[in-house]
């Protein structure tokens, strides 16, 4: 059942172990997918993991941590007009990439799926998965599966062509809310976005600094709103933090770090179409109302 439409693209750094564990389920899977390793200038055995599996994986080094615009360097390699992006510790499941290729042929105006994230040995359903799946957006005639506005990396396949047109993940952000902007600029171009409920990614999470990775994606929520959102919105949104900061250092860590980027938010700041700023408003009301789980399905979900 080898399926050449998809090449499978992790970004990774210093998680040998993980990765190990993730380049085994991947290689295993019947749909033989190539798969481009983009290491992000790992110090430990990242290099020899990949090199054990010789072909069909391929590992691209970086000299630098260029975070998670490192997986524009593996898009870009791709020689297959979809791209499923995996972290080093998460993988999808047999048939799952078949089943977004063929959602991606069939419907030609749609420029990236979201897949459903089981988590743990368990394998429960992450809440955004939920979320994404009960989506308030409208549904376009032509698309009948629910449409969305944000996705999680790790459980994505893209539209290569479309991904490209739009300048894939913005290094700015290093990891942390990159895909509210792509998700963003997907729709500004006109991609509709959509979650498919039949591809299934697993997702074995690391501990990691939570704290630290929190902040960093306030923070580029921060700075994704500056970029493209309405100056009334950003203004709110700074004023809220500013009033924060008086009395919690956790939101001036924010406020100081959203400040410094001010120049290189300058530069990419670029108005939406008013129907996409529509969107966000109506997810944002959706949001608001009690729910039971995870807020912000299609706002923000980076982890």
């Not at 089943?99 to 897949?115: F, M, Q």
């Not at 809310?177 to 979650?195: F, I, K, N, Q």
Request: glycine share 6%.
């Amino acid at each position: 059942m080898t399926d050449r439409r998809v090449t499978v693209v992790i970004v990774t750094r210093d998680r040998a172990q993980a990765l190990d564990r993730t380049l085994g389920a991947l290689t295993r899977l019947p749909e033989q997918p190539r798969v481009i390793v983009v290491d992000n200038g790992s110090r430990d055995g990242t290099g020899a993991v990949v090199a054990r599996y010789g072909p069909p994986v391929t590992l691209v080094r970086l000299p630098r941590n260029r975070g998670a615009a490192g997986r524009n360097h593996g898009v870009r390699l791709a020689a297959t007009p979809y791209v499923a992006f995996s972290d080093d510790d998460s993988w999808w499941a047999p048939g799952a990439l078949t089943e977004a290729a063929d959602l991606l042929d069939r419907y030609p105006r749609v420029g990236l799926v979201a897949g459903r994230t089981v988590v743990g040995p368990a394998e429960r359903v992450d809440p955004i998965s939920v979320l994404m799946a009960h989506s308030p957006l409208a549904q376009p005639p032509d698309v009948p599966t629910p449409s969305i506005l944000g996705f999680m990396a790790c459980s994505s396949v893209v539209r290569r062509e479309a991904f490209l047109a739009v300048g894939g993940f913005d290094e700015l952000f290093g990891i942390g809310s990159e895909e509210r902007l792509l998700a963003y600029d997907l729709a500004t171009a006109g991609w509709v976005l959509t979650y498919a409920d039949q591809a299934v990614a697993k997702h074995l999470p690391a501990e990691r600094d939570r704290d630290a990775r929190r902040l960093v994606a306030q923070r580029n929520d921060l700075l994704i709103d500056a970029m493209r959102r309405p100056p009334r919105v950003v203004a709110a949104r700074v004023a809220a933090l500013a009033r924060a900061a008086l009395a919690d250092r956790q939101a001036r860590w924010v406020l100081v770090h959203a400040l410094l980027a001010t120049p290189a938010v300058v530069r990419r700041r670029r108005r939406m179409p008013a129907a996409v700023e529509a969107d966000i408003r109506r997810l944002e009301a959706a949001d608001s109302q009690p729910s039971g789980v995870a807020p912000r399905v299609a706002v923000a979900v980076g982890r």
